[in-house]
């Protein structure tokens, strides 16, 4: 049965292409949440204004890879330890957080927070937050690495470190390169 995690580490088509990549995910689509506006836009949640942060929702089978293997892979391939942004990237909707969907999800990400310490001599900022309102971004934003994001300057420079960590660090999790 599939089970979701949800997370925000920076620019969602940074994230989406990681988690596309590891053997288990089943889908992962790039979105809103933690904001206060119903229904955002890319460019209202751009603006800083609206509260949410853009995340990825990843749909996985738990017998193939764990809720903790995934935010395992999380911590390894974004910064942690930067309040509010992701390299270039500035503002609260770029934040560094987890959104469980239940108490054992939250239990989870507490223990990933202190593994990740252990290995960050900067504090992990990482918050842990609670929101159900999930809204998805607009269909040019999924699985943009795919296609678009192969001619995109910043994700031709952001990506493909993010995969080489991937692979360097978690290589029995990560998918074939094609």
């Known amino acids: 049965m599939t089970e979701y995690a949800t997370l925000a580490g920076g ?8 988690f596309n990549d590891v053997i288990g995910v089943e889908s992962v689509e790039s979105g809103y949440i933690g904001g206060t506006a119903p229904n955002p836009t890319y460019k209202q949640v751009c603006g800083g204004g609206t ?3 853009e995340a990825i929702r990843i749909g996985f089978d738990p017998a193939r890879v764990s809720y903790a293997d ?8 974004h ?8 390299g270039n990237d500035i503002g609260t909707q770029y ?19 202190a593994r990740a310490q252990a290995n960050h001599d900067k504090p992990i900022v990482t ?5 159900d309102q999930w809204w998805p ?11 678009e994001g192969q001619r ?3 994700c031709i420079a952001s990506i493909p470190p993010k995969l080489q960590k991937l692979r360097k660090s978690f290589a029995a999790r990560a998918k074939a390169m094609a």
């Open 152 to 154: 995109n300057p910043y």
């Open 51 to 53: 509260g949410h942060a």
């Open 127 to 131: 918050t842990i937050e609670y929101a």
């Open 79 to 86: 910064d942690p330890t930067q309040l509010n942004r992701q």
């Open 11 to 18: 620019c969602f088509w940074c994230t989406e292409a990681v």
């Open 95 to 113: 934040r560094s957080a987890i959104f469980p969907m239940s108490n054992m999800q939250e239990e989870q990400a507490n223990a990933a927070i």
């Open 70 to 77: 995934l935010l395992d892979i999380f911590f390894a391939t």
């Open 137 to 147: 971004a607009e269909d040019y934003h999924q699985n943009y690495w795919e296609g």
